[in-house]
C-alpha cells in the first residue's frame, strides 16, 4: 500500500499544473517544493499563445488573472534602424483548443475581467493573445490553484533522494525546514525540479545538459515602450540579440544575450557598451536608470528529451528537456507536455499498473517531438542567427529580417512556429530553408555585379551555414 498514486517534486510552473490535473482525475497526489515563497526569477515571464491554450485545457488560465499581466499581440522586430510588427496568428488559422472534461468546469477555461486584462479581447478577438507577467506572482496563482485541489496535499521540503530499486521508483525521501527526514511512497514519482535538476539522471548518468549563451537581465521602471503589447527583438551586426517586454504596469523586462559559455567579468560595461547604444531611444533613459541596480544573469542550457523508461518514474518540464530561452517557449512546451500526459493518462484508472504507464510514457515520448521540436529547433536556430558572429550568419540574418518584411505568409507562417501553434517540424525545415535561400538572393542583389564571383562562392558557404545552425538540432530532437 502506497501513500499517495503520485509525488510531484518541485511546485514551480509544471509541478503545481501537473498536480491539479491529476487531482482532477480523482488521484491522490503530494506536490513537494523546497521554498513555497513567491519566486523572484528572470525565467518565465512571456507565454505564447499555445502555453495559454494548454491552461484553458486544464482549466488553470485563471492563473494569468489579477497579477497586472501584460496582454500581448505578438512581437516587434528591430533591425538597424528599421522595425517590423509580428501579429500572432488568426484564430480562425488555427487547430480550436480541446478542452481536457475531467479538469474543465465552472468556466475555468476562460480569462476573466481584471485590472489589466479584458476577458473580451482574450475570448472574442480574431488573432490569438500571449501574455506577460511577473514569474513570481504567476507560480503563486499556480500554487494556489493546485492548493485549492482537495486531493493535493502539499509539502514544504527539500527532496534527497529518489527511493529506486530493480524494479523501478518508489517514491522519495525529503528533508523537511525541522532537519526531519520523511519517506512518502507513490506509484508515480514525477520530477519538475526544473532548469537545474538532481533528479533527470535517473534516466541516464549522461543527461545533463549544455550552457552554450546566457541572458542578462534589468528590470525597467517606467519604460517607454516602442510598441505596446508587442515583445521587443533587437538585433544587429555586433550584438547579441535583447528582448524586451512589459511585465507588470510599471514593470519592464529587458534580457540581453550574452554569446559565450561564461559571462564577462564586467557585465555592466558590457551592458553600457554593447547594449546602451544599440536600444531604440526611447528605451535608453530606463536602461540607463536601471543599470544602477543589481544585474541578475542565467546561463541558456540546452537538453534533448530522454525517454522516460523507469518504471514509477516520470521527468517532465525543464528536468526534461530545455531550449534557447530566445524565443519564451520554455512554459509553452512543458504545459504541451502535460496536456499530453493528461490525455493519455486518462485511460489509465490506476498508477499502481505500471505497465500500463509506461507504454503511455512511449506514445509520450514520440508524440510529444512536433510541437517540442519545433519550438527548440527554432529557438536555436534563431539564436544562431540573432547572434551572428561570422559573415555567413550576418548574411542569413540580414536576409531573414527581410523575409518578414515581406508580410503575409512569409510572417504568419514563422509566428506560428513561435507561438507553438504550427507543430510542424518538416514546414519548419522547409521555410528555415526558404528563408537560406532568401537571404542568398538578397546577397546577390546587395553585392552587385561586380562581386558576383564573391556572391557565387557564398551560395555554398550560406547553405553550408544553415545546414550546421539547424540540422544538427532537427535530427537531435526529432530522431532521438
Ligand atoms: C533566462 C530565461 C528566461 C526564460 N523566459 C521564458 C519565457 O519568457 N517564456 C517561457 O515560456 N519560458 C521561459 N523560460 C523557460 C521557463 O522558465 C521554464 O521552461 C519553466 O520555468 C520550467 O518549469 P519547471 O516547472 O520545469 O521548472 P521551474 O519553474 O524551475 O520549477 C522547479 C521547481 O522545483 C523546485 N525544486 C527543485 N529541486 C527541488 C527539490 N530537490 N525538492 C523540492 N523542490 C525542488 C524549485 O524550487 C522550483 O520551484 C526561460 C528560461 C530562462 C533560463
Redesign the pocket.
Known sequence: MVDYEAII???????PVIATSFARQGRKVLL????WRE?D????????PS?LRSLRALGMIQAINNIGATPEIGYTIFYEGRKVHINYPSKADVAPTVPLKSCVFDGNDKVLDDDTLSAKDFEDDEFERGA?FE?GKF?TNLRNIAKAERNVTTLE????RINQDATGVHGVK?KLPNGDIKEVTADLTVA????????RKILGEDNVPTVESH?I?LKLKNAELPVRNTGHVILGTEFSPILVYQITPEDTRI?CAFNGPTLPRDIKGYLRQNVLPNLPQELQPSFEIALKDQVKT????YLVAKQNDIPGYLV????LN?RH?LT???????LNDVVLLMRLFEKIPTFSNREQVNEALLEFHYERKNLSGVINVLSFALFSLFAANDENLRILQRGCFKYFELGGTAISIPVGFLSGLIPKPFLLTWVFFKVAFYSIYCNFIEKGLIWLPVSIFQIFTILFTAAYVFTPYLYREIFS
Open positions: 517534486i518541485g511546485a514551480g510552473v509544471i509541478g513537494i517544493e523546497r521554498d519566486p526569477r528572470i525565467v518565465g515571464e512571456l507565454m505564447q502555453g506577460s514569474h507560480i521540503g527539500t527532496v534527497t525529503v519538475c525540479d526544473g532548469i537545474f535538476s538532481k533528479y541572458f537581465a534580457l542565467h546561463p541558456n542550457q517532465v518540464g525543464d528536468a530545455i530561452p519564451g517557449g520554455g512554459m509553452t512546451v512543458g
